[in-house]
């Protein structure tokens, strides 16, 4: 999920109500606040902490909730694994803590100390471009004889890897989840064996995601060639527009913004879409059925 924003240190509080009611409308089976997406690396604690108690007082209960907790300071991790076991997190997400690169000894003790701590169930988050450090299989493997440690979003966009971490998933007795993160990838990752997807289109377009995700638990190949092609045009048409990376969570926030749900400020260094780019993004949503173009 996003974190829509009215300006850098302040939550688009009404937006939030309306963004979390879109998503749960659309189907979806939980949502994941304060991740790479919602730009959590770049709020503020202060504004971190007012995101969990608000998504959790609109979620209701509704779907799980979980909340990324990743952060460069152990403590603070810790502090907000609270505030969400208090708010009513069904868990919490961590990638390993970037600037400082770990060594895989190093994150497996962090994860021991880090588990121990923790009020709440644990997803582990492989997410390599943003963190300098992948979360190895030796490391998933310690990790898995935690109990506390439930699963683990593989953002690296590694196929091989992710297999690997689906045949380790199948050692745990109990239920550990695979979750991919690249939203292109998930058809072929479930039928592959993982658990679902964790997608930044579902924002804008969460039954779409939530179809395909269907269509691939039941195997039904037409169907997922259908909605695959569906979802390749919304990514090719909303992440593109911008000249940099982070034209993706901009293309996401615009498209939210134009379509009545959201503020779209951004957490600094960014700064939202302007024209001529919006226009751009107007133009994609209509094309995309998901505008009416008199709006």
């Given at each position: 999920m996003i974190t829509p924003l009215r300006d850098r240190d302040t939550l688009d509080v009404e937006g939030l109500q309306?963004?979390?009611?879109?998503?749960i409308a659309g189907g979806v089976h939980g949502i994941f606040a304060l991740g790479t997406t919602g730009e959590a690396p770049s709020l503020s604690h202060r504004l971190r902490q007012e995101v969990v108690r608000a998504t959790l007082d609109f979620a209701r209960r509704r779907v799980p909730v979980l909340v990324g907790i990743t952060d460069t300071s152990f403590t603070e991790s810790v502090e907000l694994a609270n505030l969400c076991a208090t708010a009513g997190a069904a868990g919490v997400v961590t990638a390993p803590p970037y600037y400082f690169p770990a060594g895989q000894p190093e994150l497996c003790e962090y994860l021991d100390d880090l588990a121990a701590e923790l009020p709440l169930p644990l997803f582990l988050y492989n997410m390599p471009a943003m963190t300098k450090v992948s979360i190895e299989l030796s490391t998933v493997q310690h990790a898995m004889r935690n109990p506390k440690v439930i699963g683990i979003k593989d953002s690296s966009g590694d196929m091989i890897h992710l297999h690997r971490l689906v045949e380790l998933s199948r050692q745990r007795p109990d239920n550990w989840s695979v979750l991919i993160g690249p939203e292109e990838l998930t058809a072929e990752a479930v039928l592959l064996g993982a658990h679902g997807g964790?997608?930044?289109?579902?924002?804008?377009?969460?039954?779409?995601?939530?179809?395909l995700y269907k269509a691939a638990t039941a195997g039904d190949l037409p169907r997922i060639r259908e909605l695959q092609r569906q979802v390749l045009d919304l990514a090719g048409q909303l992440y593109t527009v911008g000249r940099h990376r982070s034209s993706l969570i901009k293309g996401v926030k615009c498209a939210l913004n134009l379509l009545g749900i959201c503020q779209d400020g951004m957490a600094e260094p960014f700064r939202s879409f302007r024209e001529p780019?919006?226009?751009?993004v107007r133009e994609r949503l209509v094309r995309l059925g998901l505008l009416n173009p008199k709006a």
């Open positions: 309306r963004l979390v009611e879109h998503l964790v997608n930044g289109g579902a924002n804008v377009h969460p039954r779409l995601y939530v179809q780019e919006r226009g751009i």
